[in-house]
């Protein structure tokens, strides 16, 4: 059974930093796809970076590119989201996200099976 923590979270101003991490458990395969999505109050579940560990692939929303990272530790099991210059409209709860079945590392579509609990990031103006 895969299970997906999240942390990291928190309040911050705008154009202040977060790194949220996501553990994952539960599971030996080398292959997987992981991504971050993010949902405000009132809308839908929105894809915002993913990456392949297969090679190290990634892939961002234009929304977040140039101010959010994503990278994984192989050895810990563990993904992270590097999250600078934050503005008010990246106010969300954060979600981490896996599969095993690579097409889904093809886009930023929220088919994956596996998903966290989340962490709320809130960025005041």
């Known amino acids: 059974q895969v299970q997906l923590v999240e942390s990291g979270g928190g309040s911050v101003q705008t154009g202040g930093s977060l790194r949220l991490s996501c553990a994952a458990s539960g599971y030996t395969r080398s292959r997987i796809c992981t991504g971050w999505f993010r949902q405000a109050p009132g809308k839908g579940r929105e894809g915002v970076a993913l990456?392949?560990?297969?090679?190290?692939?990634?892939y961002y929303a234009d929304s977040v590119k140039g101010r959010f990272t994503i990278s994984q530790d192989n050895a810990k099991n563990t993904l992270y989201l590097q999250m600078n210059s934050l503005k008010p409209e990246d106010t969300a709860m954060y979600y981490c996200a896996a599969d095993f079945q690579s097409w889904v590392c093809q886009s930023l579509r929220d088919e994956y099976n596996y998903w966290g609990q989340g962490t709320q990031v809130t960025v005041s103006s």
């Open positions: 990456i392949y560990t297969a090679d190290d692939s990634t």
